[in-house]
């Protein structure tokens, strides 16, 4: 499949325009819904599971790139969603496929940008804005698509830079849930931190038996208290953790009193709350086949990640907090524990199967093992 054959493969064929916040400008094929949409532009590199990938909350704020360059070719079943609806802004790829075959499929994916009311971006030099992002570092970026009339017209450059940086947008009252629910299970009871939950960190806890009550980023220790929990669970989410000022306030709560546990954005917290930095990656992590080095075991996991933010090394000394994993690649932080004080916590996503299903078993069988000996430890009968 050629440049030249894209717009064949789209109904209604629409021009899109990327403009970055350094001067760059591509001119591409639109698909999804027309419109006009800014954020930061980051890239992943799954060569599969874009269902996944857009409907996962750690997004939101950011336009979605795809190294890989065929999307679209499977369709779009929603059997992978990870939440109710698309989080990033903007899809953008280099090339798209919009007759699917599958036998899960069912609808488009150009389909479920139009129902989401989201812009996608086709037939562009993803290899060279990919370079671009991870020698830079991400950036602002503004994607117009629509008639050729309405987009020519528009300083999508000027656009990207006007919008406010990430790390100073509250992001988590937009994907956190309304109101607190339960998955009703017969083991202990763990009060969950919604900040961006994906659908596969409660199935991993659900299939083990856990009694699992979700409660809202901005949950108060009152409100965590009010469910008696056993155990204190920070979920995934996106933007900066210092934000996460509610979240940061239960850990230092009950950090000591019953086990804790996160995964991503709640790695991120955990760390700040016992005393731990974090700062912002150049590019992230966003991708499934990130290598992470375990330190006691002496294993190296592939996992997926997706992540802008990470804690910073040695900042954990002091905090009683050790760490047992690192990346790889390029250090940094992917893991941390406390003996002392039941806390567990990883960077990548074990509940996601990017392939490989070695970090799953592993996390969370950790998790039934702190909470049985703390229930041990206190008697619980």
Not at 45 to 74: C, K, R, V, W
Not at 116 to 145: F, H, N, S, W, Y
């Amino acid at each position: 499949m050629y440049l030249g054959d894209l717009a064949s493969c789209v109904a209604d064929t629409m021009i899109g325009v990327l403009g970055l916040e350094d001067g760059t400008m591509v001119q591409g094929t639109g698909f999804g819904a027309p419109g006009v949409v800014s954020g930061e532009l980051v890239f992943t590199t799954i060569m599969s599971g874009y269902e996944e990938a857009l409907t996962d909350p750690s997004y939101h704020g950011q336009m979605l790139m795809f190294t890989y360059p065929l999307q679209g070719n499977y369709g779009v079943s929603g059997d992978d969603f990870q939440s109710d609806r698309m989080w990033p802004k903007a899809m953008v790829s280099r090339e798209y496929w919009d007759r699917p075959t599958h036998h899960r499929v069912s609808r488009t994916l150009n389909k479920f940008l139009q129902d989401e009311g989201k812009p996608g971006l086709c037939g562009v030099d993803t290899r060279m804005l990919t370079l671009k992002v991870r020698t830079q570092g991400v950036m602002r970026a503004t994607i117009a698509v629509g008639e050729k009339e309405e987009i020519f017209g528009l300083d999508v450059v000027s656009m990207a830079r006007s919008q406010a940086d990430i790390s100073v947008q509250d992001l988590l009252g937009d994907v956190t849930c309304k109101a607190p629910y339960r998955i009703e299970g017969r083991g202990p009871r763990i009060a969950m931190l919604d900040l961006g939950l994906k659908r596969n960190i409660l199935k991993s806890l659900s299939c083990r038996g856990f009694d699992v009550h979700v409660l809202p980023a901005h949950a108060s220790v009152s409100d965590i208290e009010a469910v008696s929990p056993e155990a204190l669970f920070v979920s995934n989410g996106p933007g900066d953790p210092e934000r996460a000022y509610e979240a940061i306030d239960a850990v230092k709560h009950f950090a000591g009193e019953i086990p804790v546990f996160g995964i991503c954005l709640g790695h991120q917290i955990i760390s700040l709350a016992l005393g731990a930095q974090t700062f912002k990656l150049k590019f992230g992590h966003h991708g499934g086949n990130q290598p992470v080095k375990d330190l006691e075991k002496k294993i190296v996991y592939i996992t997926s990640q997706n992540h802008n933010f990470a804690v910073v090394p040695g900042s954990e000394e002091g905090t009683g907090l050790k760490i047992t994993q690192l990346n790889a690649n390029d250090g940094t932080v992917e893991g941390i524990k406390s003996d002392k004080m039941n806390i567990l916590a990883v960077q990548y996503h074990p509940e996601a199967h990017p392939g490989p299903l070695c970090t799953e078993d592993p996390f969370f069988s950790a998790v039934d093992i702190m909470m049985k000996r703390k229930d041990s430890s206190s008697g619980r009968r």
